[in-house]
């Protein structure tokens, strides 16, 4: 069958289009629009304007859908919508207004479903999963091919940009207030404090955009998908508000992450945090996450 997957991130809105046959399954195209939802929380409140834009773009979505007949239909949406003070209200006008069913999934939920799609094709018996997202972040310590540990932190790549950065690059006292807030914020969390990981293996947008990065400015192949840890600190330097950008540096940027230049600092300060927290030396960015996990769970039962 084609099953339509539409998920509801606190940065982008995306939907994919998979073909599942028995147990293959196939992603057959994606589409994306870049939001910022998480920008649109005021002291907490989901604002009209996101509602309208989210509405909009659902409404762009279920239209394609309905011109190819594509009945099996699943939208859900994480940390920005979840964390509203007025979630059930913003997430039940949004219901209304496109007749799509929308899940709230939890960050308990999340950690799961972005574990068992990143790791359905991995040989690793164990390891650690992160995927820092707009809003949360989602860290899973796995061992046998089992959840030891799993948590989801309010730290974000674009919560993290509205509340601390002033301009597009991050200043170097804001890269200092981010790291310090990252810190905090992963101290507190239970069952961590003995991990230690030579290796992460990193999913969302955050990753997929720092490995572009990583590989235009350490002249790596384009298809590379590992990034040594110890020099996360150089992108971040190379791209603070105080370092002179030259024209090669800048066509950089916007050659590599057109859509993530205001989000990918603040998202790899949360990743250098962690990286030396957990005594990582490298990360890998995997391609499948939350929406592989879902299917695999919910729709396979596997």
Do not use: W
């Amino acid at each position: 069958m084609l099953y339509g997957m539409i998920d509801i991130g606190s940065n982008t809105v995306r939907m994919a289009i998979y073909f599942i046959e028995g147990t293959h399954v196939e992603m057959l195209m994606k589409k994306k629009h870049t939001v910022g939802l998480a920008a649109y929380l005021k002291d907490g409140v989901m604002q009209q304007q996101g509602i309208d834009k989210t509405v909009e773009i659902l409404t762009e979505f279920k239209s394609f859908l309905m011109n190819f007949n594509i009945t099996h239909v699943v939208a859900f949406t994480t940390a920005a919508l979840r964390n509203a003070k007025n979630s059930k209200a913003a997430v039940g006008e949004i219901e209304r207004r496109t007749g799509l069913p929308i899940r709230v999934i939890t960050g308990d939920e999340e950690a799961t479903y972005d574990f068992i799609g990143a790791t359905h094709g991995l040989t690793a018996e164990g390891g650690l999963l992160i995927d820092i997202g707009g809003a949360s972040t989602e860290i899973v310590v796995y061992r046998g091919r089992e959840i030891q540990e799993k948590v989801s932190l309010p730290i974000g790549s674009l919560a993290f940009y509205t509340k601390y950065v002033a301009g597009i690059l991050p200043t170097a006292e804001e890269c200092q207030a981010m790291r310090e807030e990252a810190r905090a914020t992963l101290a507190a969390a239970e069952g961590f404090e003995d991990v230690k990981e030579g290796a992460i293996a990193g999913i969302g947008g955050t990753f997929k955009g720092a490995c572009a990065l990583y590989n235009a400015l350490f002249h790596e192949s384009a298809d590379n998908v590992k990034m040594e840890a110890a020099k996360l600190s150089e992108i971040i330097r190379r791209f603070t508000f105080e370092h002179t950008l030259t024209e090669e540096t800048t066509v950089m940027l916007m050659r590599t992450v057109p859509e993530r230049m205001h989000t990918v600092i603040p998202g790899l300060i949360i990743a250098e945090v962690l990286a030396s927290r957990f005594h990582s030396q490298s990360i890998t960015y995997s391609d499948s996450g939350v929406r592989e996990g879902y299917i695999y769970a919910e729709v396979l039962g596997r």
